[in-house]
Structure formats: structure tokens, C-alpha cells
């Protein structure tokens, strides 16, 4: 749970800045670039030894739907949305996580949604969007896109290693991040500007912070934190970034946003995080040993 505390207040810090300094360039090269730059990180780390070929290429297909197709919808979203509309928009991955879990275990935790659709509601607290924009349709459409995509392959990958108990998930990791660069990259080699392309010191040092930190180390983080807790907390992390992403908007990049929603919003999610945990110790607490009681005597 604490790596995905972690990873949670980082990645509040990336919206603003993909807003600020990124959303002018093409979303394919953006992605493509990030996911290359976590590819170097854990190349070093990757062992392919022993790796049976079918999970090494599930694997990379995990990477590109979770990681390629994912940021591809989600960079590109920015174009049609502020930083906050991208942030409140993923309200809805912790539903796309619970029906993928129950799709796959074929069963239905209620505990869990519950704890789910009660963080959906602190995160709507926080902020509302203005419905009447043209724009918020598409960028909605496009950031559902997203979500489908990251929801899958958290679900999707914990299923893959549950068989893989004996690799570790430090030398698989840069197979992920391979099929995402595939995923961006054979795109963004059509629809990159390459003749006008051109970035200042701001964008560079954003797309590395962003590539080695929020992607790389984040990521690998993320799913080794996801196949530590069910799905009901593993939603609800998807959640907690929101809240954060708009405190981090507030206090740093001078984005306007409403002090008591936040605060209240930011509380009913940490109640549902509460309630999500408390089911979790009492289901994995076995019940007490019934008295075996006296045989009837003839």
C-alpha cells in the first residue's frame, strides 16, 4: 500500500505539468518518448532467461495496452481538456478495475464496489466540470480510452505473474515497458513533425522527469503495489490521485480550485480506503474454532 501512496502523489504533479509544458507537442511522440526513457532504466534489469516466449509475449502486449495505448489517449486528451478536467475524468478507472477483477475471478465483491463508488464520490466532491464546454465530450471519450486501457493491464498483468510466482517483477518489468514504446512509437514515427520539431530546456528536463521518474520508476512501483492489495484498494488508489492532482494544481501551478470540496471530498476518500481495508482484515481473519460438543450417549 505504500508504494501506491507514493506513486499516487507523484503522478498528482503530472498533470499540470503535461498541461503547461507538453500539450502542444504530439501526443504519439510524447508517449513514445516517456516509455523509451523507462525502457533504458530497466533495460539493465531485464533477464530474459527462463522466460517461457508466451509470457514474455503477453507481457509486452500487457505494456501496450496499459502503457502505449493508454498514454497515447491520455496526453492527447490535453488537447481538449485543462489539467483538472484530465484528473477528475479518471473518476471512473476504479469501476473499469472492479468489472475487469470480477470479469476475471467471475464473482462480484460488494464490500469492495461499495468502497469503490464511495471514492467515485469524494473525487467528485472535489471538482465539477463545466458540462457545457463542446470539448469535454471528446476529451471524455478519449480519457475513458485511457482508463480502460490502464485498468486492464493492472488486472491483466497480476493475473499473468499469479502462475510466475518465481520471476521477479524487477527483470520482467522492461517487457512492459517494450511493448509500450512499440505501442507509441510506430505511431509516432507518422505523425511527428519532425521537420518543425523543436524543444526548449523546460520541455526536455519535463520529458525525462516524467520518462525516468513518473513512468519508470512510478510504474514498476505501481504494479508491484498492485499485486499486494485486492482490487476494492487497488481502485480506490487509482482514485486518490485526483484529489492530490488538485491540492498539487492549487499550491503549486496557481490553478483556482474550491477548499472545501477539496478538503471534503479528500475525507470521504480516505474514508472509503478505511472501509475498503477494514473488509480485507476481517475476510482474511479466519473465524473461531467451533467447541466440538459431547457425543449423544445410547
Partial sequence: MLYLLIVSLVWAFSFGLIKGQLSGLDANFVAAVRLLLSFVVFLPFLRLRGIPSKLSLRLGITGAVQYGLMYVAYIYSFRYLQAYEVALFTIFTPIYVTLFNDAFRRRLHMVSLLATLLAIVGTAVVQQANLLRPELVRGFLIVQASNLCFAFGQIYYKELLRGHKGHSDLHLFGLLYFGG???AGIPAVITTPWASLSLNQSQILTLLYLGVISSGVCFFLWNVGARKVNAGGLAIFNNLKIPLAV???LLVFGEQANVPRLLIGGGIVL???????????????PPPASTPQPAASD
Fill in 181 to 183: 514504446v512499440l505501442a
Fill in 247 to 249: 491540492a498539487v494544481s
Fill in 271 to 285: 474514508a472509503a480506503l478505511a472501509l475498503n481495508e477494514w473488509y480485507v482484515r476481517r475476510a482474511a481473519t
